[in-house]
T-cell receptor, first 117, second 112 residues
Framework: DTEVTQTPKHLVMGMTNKKSLKCEQHMGHRAMYWYKQKAKKPPELMFV???????INESVPSRFSPECPNSSLLNLHLHALQPEDSALYLC????????????????FGDGTRLSIL | GEDVEQSLFLSVREGDSSVINCTYT??????LYWYKQEPGAGLQLLTYIFSNMDMKQDQRLTVLLNKKDKHLSLRIADTQTGDSAIYFC????????????FGGGTRLMVKP
């Protein structure tokens, strides 16, 4: 069982819809991540939040909009997606140490499988 | 080419040992990780090793790190059908904060 919970598990949406993916963790982690994973490929980093602030945006199109309302929650708002955006979207979290220090491993959720019609 | 490379596929018989290999190019790697992904699931952290170590053992799992050759391996003893999955190695580089660079994944198939 994963300690990072993602909802929904599956999502089918049209290209004109607006939907949101949700991620929650209660491990006290202050770094949270969104990844996109296509079939038979490794995860690709999309966004990183550190202490609820966006620290990394890997040149992701604006139709993906992340939000971190508090230290336990991470959302990914979707609007006007394209068929090529169909993928497994993974959330991860890790402890974070300001100013460096020992990095802790990332823990992943089970993902949301997104299909764009 | 990829910065972190893995062979695509490995097939073993149940009860045998499996060895999954990974090579990386960045000598500044600080931590190296092994993740397991079963069909329809996310990535499960199996184990990780700090770059100043050369071996770590955890029950049926043994990680070997050859820093000189930039080679990482994961040995699974007494492989079971439940070990069938995709295994990703990943590295964290010294200048990349908390970001990971993943290998392409190795699909392990365990035959009864």
């Amino acid at each position: 069982d994963t300690e990072v919970t993602q909802t929904p598990k599956h999502l089918v949406m049209g290209m004109t819809n607006k939907k949101s993916l949700k991620c929650e963790q209660h491990m006290g982690h202050r770094a949270m991540y969104w990844y996109k994973q296509k079939a038979k490929k490794p995860p690709e980093l999309m966004f990183v939040y550190s202490y609820e602030k966006l620290s990394i945006n890997e040149s992701v199109p604006s139709r993906f909009s992340p939000e971190c309302p508090n230290s336990s929650l991470l959302n990914l708002h979707l609007h006007a997606l394209q068929p090529e955006d169909s993928a497994l979207y993974l959330c991860a979290s890790s402890q974070e140490t300001r100013g460096g220090g020992i990095f802790q491993p990332q823990h992943f959720g089970d993902g949301t499988r997104l299909s764009i019609l | 080419g990829e910065d972190v490379e893995q062979s695509l596929f490995l097939s073993v018989r149940e009860g045998d040992s499996s060895v999954i290999n990974c090579t990386y190019t960045d000598s500044s790697s600080t931590y190296l990780y092994w993740y397991k992904q079963e069909p329809g699931a996310g990535l499960q952290l199996l184990t990780y090793i700090f770059s100043n170590m050369d071996m770590k053992q955890d029950q049926r799992l043994t990680v070997l790190l050859n820093k000189k050759d930039k080679h990482l391996s994961l040995r699974i003893a007494d492989t079971q059908t439940g070990d069938s999955a995709i295994y990703f190695c990943a590295e964290r580089r010294a200048n990349a904060g908390n970001m990971l660079t993943f290998g392409g994944g190795t699909r392990l198939m365990v035959k009864p």
